[in-house]
């Protein structure tokens, strides 16, 4: 913004600097001023959630020896007493024994050929929830972008559907649709998917709203319609956004399958909850680490996806 300079009554200029720094420290006490805001509002709403919540950081250090007793027990419990603890515990001494030896890793894994075809199940629901989740955010993310729709009544309804979908839990929706469709994976399919689209459309949206407008008034200039200005102005450019975000909601959904299975609606969580309902700790460890070991595999891959993805948006 041009700054207008005061002229003396002598029709002389006023020295230009002292001006320019008075204004440089009226900007700096109100850069201060917001920030010291921004702190109070930050501080405030963190001491009111320790205190709703009893968050007691004493606590936190007086148990935090617990969380080595895993480790601590698994190496130094006998082999015989493994299957009566409630942490279940592999020995080294036992670690490559058979399937009836107890502390095994074979003991462990007894049911592995059960654990990876649920593994499998829970996979293909996640696959299918992200493309259905990502089917339906891409389509609705344009009509919520305020800088692609000029009715905002439509970018209204848009918005609020998306915020609907996204704030009822996915165990919610699975209870819903193991209520309607029965117990099995199509309710947790259609579950994690409804929660996939409503998220994906803010984060879809949020990309379209910071795209560069100039392809977009090119289109327009030339008498493109809607679609065809979306498909060569806008897609082009939020395409890697879109892709990144869905395989990270990939990610999620994996995860999510393992905890919505627990009320019947398929994957590896109907199994979980069978395991922890007979007591059967070592196979709760056991699928756990699955899970733990697929997530990582997925975020490796999806990773390699989506850095070659991107990559090559890049070239081009």
């Known amino acids: 913004m041009a700054m207008t300079l005061p002229h003396t009554g002598a029709g002389r200029e006023a020295d230009p600097l002292p001006l320019l720094m008075a204004r440089i420290e009226e900007h700096r006490r109100a850069k201060r001023r917001i ?26 250090v007086a148990g935090f020896p617990a969380l080595g007793l895993y480790i601590t027990k698994l190496f130094t419990t006998a082999a015989a007493s493994g299957s009566s603890e409630r942490i279940p515990i592999v020995s080294l001494s036992h670690f490559f024994g058979d399937a009836d030896t107890k502390q095994s890793l074979a003991y462990w894994f007894f049911n592995i050929k059960t654990f990876v075809s649920l593994i499998v199940e829970t996979l293909l629901m996640a696959v299918l929830a992200t493309l259905m989740g990502f089917t339906i ?7 919520a ?25 996915d165990l919610v929706f699975a209870l819903f649709f193991v ?40 289109m327009r200039a030339v008498g493109a319609d809607w679609p065809k200005m979306l498909r060569y102005a806008v897609v082009p450019q939020v395409l890697p956004g879109f892709i990144s975000y869905a395989l990270l909601r990939f990610e999620i959904n994996i995860r999510s399958s393992a905890i919505i299975g627990v009320v019947g609606a398929g994957g590896i969580g109907a199994e979980i909850k069978k395991v922890i309902n ?5 196979d709760v460890s056991a699928v756990i680490i699955l899970v733990v070991a697929l997530v990582m595999l997925i975020d490796v891959i999806s ?14």
Not at 40 to 50: D, G, N, P, R, T
Not at 137 to 143: L, P, Q, R, T
Not at 159 to 164: A, I, Q, T
Not at 278 to 282: A, I, L, P, R, V
């Open 278 to 282: 007979f007591n059967q700790y070592e």
């Open 35 to 60: 920030t010291t805001v921004y702190i109070a509002i930050f501080a405030f709403l963190f001491v009111c959630s320790v205190w709703l919540t009893d968050f007691s950081l004493p606590d936190l």
């Open 179 to 218: 209520f309607c469709y029965g117990i099995g994976p199509i309710a947790g399919i259609l579950a994690m998917g409804l929660h996939t689209a409503g998220a994906l459309g803010k984060l879809f949206s949020e990309l379209n709203e910071n795209i560069s407008m100039r392809p977009v008034e090119g």
């Open 145 to 169: 972008s305020r800088n692609l729709v000029d009715n905002p009544f439509i970018v209204w309804i848009a918005r609020r559907l998306m915020e609907v979908l996204r704030s009822i839990p």
């Open 137 to 143: 955010a891409f389509a609705f993310s344009f009509f």
């Open 303 to 316: 990773g390699q996806i989506r850095h070659r993805f991107i990559t090559t948006q890049m070239q081009h």
